[in-house]
């Protein structure tokens, strides 16, 4: 079977059938007529004179001429009559009389087969008009079913849409307001939490499934975050200076995209999305920013411009945060506790030079108020003043210095105290200072963040955040 329709809606799923044709007739009219007509010769030849029915009236022909006009229309019909009168005439046709004339003899014979070709004509012509109509009928309702599944089709994808772009609209809502809030988070951040910032921004505003962070160390780009990475995964986490990945992004300061001509083969399957993190104090790279994965959906025009405003983004709050440690250094140079730590390391010097090895340790305790920009002054000064009063349950050699502006930023020093016990102190500290403060401010949130010195080098340390 074979499907047909005219219509432009139609598709190989619409129902319409068209019957295969031999010669221009039915093949299933043909068989059934081959069929009816062997049943009435076999009919003839066993229960009658073979004939062809010569001596019943009506003649049994009649049967499928009538039944292929009724059912198939004129052009089977008249096939069936073709037939029919041919096996009529094929027999023994009966004598003439010496009353009839030419004329009369003839009529009487062709009698029979005159009046079916008649009733295929005028039979077969009103039938066959009411199959087209029924033909057209079923091909209207077929179209009609398909252009109901082709609107549905579209409703459902309309509906698909309108939730997709729903959830766009939110999440951007989302990101706008995730995005304020790690801007306003980085006055919280320090170079060590830096990564941890980085990832939270990143994830807020572009969300991919899967990317890295990259810092400049020596001739490498060394893995500095990742999130997302699976232990099937085969990105690397050292890409030397002598790949062409390094070469862009450090040398030239390109922003790599995979769907770009030849920026694919750069990649090499590292990522779909790399960019240069950029120090805007001297305009040189320190880092490198890779998209590994995200998305389709996501993986748009708008997606890979706002993946270069987040690299300059990241830049310059790593130039900020640069500059903030470098002018709380300047602050304590030539400080009191400048001096202070001056004479603890002629102390521990001292010990090198008697071969003494008992280990020195020098531990510092930053204090930060995190209090809002419209807050009064004379709430920094309580908050000073409740620092200074905590002080007092502490040892005799461990002193506390103002660094920050407004007095929202302390540094107590704790010599010969190594980073476990400072930590120790710290959290006593946290608790002495909690009842110290006034209740105008008790609700305001405050860091506490160790740190520990050797030679004036800050180590790894571990951030205690606080609410008095």
Known sequence: MRLWSNSQFDSPRTPVLIPIKVFGFRRSAIIELVIILISLQIIDYVFFDGSAFKALNPNPFWIPIVLMAVKYGTR?????????????FSNDLPEKNFTQDSYTYLLTVSSDPLLWFVTAIIVGEICGRRILEKQALRVELANTDQRNAVI???????????IDIDARIASQLNTISATYRAARHLTNVNLNGFP???RDLVLNTLAPEKFSMFVIKGDYL???MRQG????????????????LFKHIVDHQNFLCVTRENEDKILNGQGTLAGPLVDGSNGRVFGMLKIESQRFIDFNQASVESFHILCDWIGEAYTELVEKEQKIERKIANSPLDLQLRGLKRKSDNRVERNDNTQFSVSLVYIECLLLDDIRLEKYFAFSNAVFEAREKLRNTDSIFKVGESGDRFIL???????????IVSSKYEVLL???LPKTIRQTPFKVQVKEMSSYNYLTDKHFTITA
């Open 152 to 162: 549905s089709d579209a409703y459902e994808k309309l509906k698909l849409s309108k």
């Open 413 to 423: 020093l704790l010599p010969e105290t190594g980073l476990n016990d400072a930590k």
């Open 76 to 88: 089977e019909s008249l096939l069936t009559a073709i037939f029919a009168s041919v096996l009529y």
């Open 229 to 244: 990475w699976k232990l099937s995964d085969y990105y690397h986490t050292k890409i030397p200076a002598n790949t062409a």
């Open 434 to 436: 909690r009842r110290r």
């Open 222 to 224: 060394n893995l500095q």
């Open 196 to 198: 941890n910032w980085v």
